[in-house]
Structure formats: C-alpha cells, structure tokens
C-alpha cells in the first residue's frame, strides 16, 4: 500500500497515525513535482487536487484526508477509531473538522510567515500575533472538548485524538504550544508516549528541520504554494491581503484545480 504523503502535512500526520494504530504497513512516497501544481504525472492521476495524502490500496486511489480516513476504519475496522454511539462519533467528527479547517489554517497561515518569509516588519509581527491569538482561542475549545478525560473519546485513543494530534504538536514546534501542566499539555505528554504518534511526530521534527534550509522553495524557488479555502480565508482575516497580492504578483502561489 502506498501513500502520497509529505512529512510536515498534518492531514498526512492524521492518515498515518491512524493506519499504525491499525497496524497496516504502508510505503510512504513524497510525489514528484509536489507543490508545483503541475496537472500531469501519476500525482495528478490520482488526485487532480495535487494535494497529499492520498492513499493507494490496490485498485482504490483515495484523496481527501478525511475521506482516507473513513475507508481505514470501514477496511480495517479493528481498533475501532471512532466509538459506537452515533453522538459520539459525530463529536469526534466535529473535533476533527475544526482541527482540519480553522487549526490547519492557523499553522499554515503561521508558517507562511516564520519558514517561508512572505512577511517582514510589522506585517509579520501582526500576524504572528493573530496566529497566538487564535493558537489560544482553538486551544481553549479543544481544551473543553477533552475534559476531564485522558482521550478526546474518554479512556480510549481515537478519532479525534488522530486529527488534534499534529495540529497541537505544530503549535508545540512554533512555541505556541499548550501551558505547562494544563490537562492539553497533559494529552499532548501521553501522545507522545504512544508509538504510532511518537513515530509520526519523529517524521515531522526530521522535515522541519530541512524546511528551515530550503524555505526560498515557494518564494525563488519554482514551487507554487496553494491558497485555497481556510487557508486564504486565514491570510486575508488576519490581515494578510498583501501577501496574496505580491505572491500573485510574483507568481509563487497559486488557487487549486481546476
Ligand atoms: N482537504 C485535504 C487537504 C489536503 C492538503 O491541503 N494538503 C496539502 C499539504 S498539507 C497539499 O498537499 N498541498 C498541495 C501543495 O501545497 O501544493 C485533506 O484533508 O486531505
């Protein structure tokens, strides 16, 4: 089984996670040409999205994190990821769709900034402290959302602990992590104890750490960044607006397919 993946992207992160929690073995490939945006190769073929992850089982190619996500459960139902109880299983939805809307977008929109310098001055000062801002408002609702319990779900790992996973552990990378001691720092400690987490996170700290050598890729670099939903919604709230309009300019960004 292969997967379309890029270390540093938390839907690959989420993907990951869930099939070592199932113990299916799976090959790992960063596509060719990836973030250039080109329509042709065998990235494309599979998902005209030219996003990752995309997971290839056999005949079936399959895009989307959370639609990924979604087969792995119904193909590889054990361990369970998601409970039984249908409220329950729509809460650790809701979970993992703000974390892959309004969190994802947070670190995106933060990184644009602090690894690839689309702002300098004032500008990046100001974002930077929007993406705290928000970092703190979305922590506090995950915050509410876990309780009292050791797992978003309660006693088990699951779902919802999948999908937060990398999006804290990005804001733990940037400094912006959790307060010491507080019951989410708390969560992200046993995350980091649990080997398909540990493993996956490993995977991150090892590209960011090549990320800070080639951040001119999506300015000089012939790389295209895609601003698409949350994530151009992100830059322009925040305040961004000038950072679209020069990437348009200078042609190193780019809207999705088609
Ligand atoms: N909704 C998609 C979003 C996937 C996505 O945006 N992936 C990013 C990496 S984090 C990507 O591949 N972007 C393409 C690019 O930057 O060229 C999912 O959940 O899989």
Known sequence: MLLYDHPLSSYAQKVKIALREKGVPFVAQLPDGFGTGRGDGPFAAVNPRTEVPVLIDGDASIFDST????????????????????????????????????????????????????????????????????????????????????WFGGTRFGWADAAAAPMVNRSVHYGLGPEAGSPLAAWHGRLRERASVAETFAEFDAAAAEMVKASDLYTTGGRRREYRDHRLEWMVKSGGVEVVLAGLREGNIRFPWP
Do not use: S
């Open 67 to 150: 639609v990924i996500l979604e087969y792995v459960e119904e193909r590889w139902p054990e361990p369970p990821l998601l409970p039984r109880e249908p409220a329950a299983r729509a809460r650790a939805r809701m979970t993992e769709d703000v974390c892959d809307t309004q969190y994802e977008a947070v670190n995106w929109g933060f990184g644009e900034v602090l690894w690839f310098g689309r702002a300098t001055g004032d500008l990046a000062a100001h974002l930077g402290d929007e993406a705290e801002r928000q970092t703190r408002t979305l922590q506090a609702w995950l915050t509410g959302r876990l309780g009292g319990g050791d």
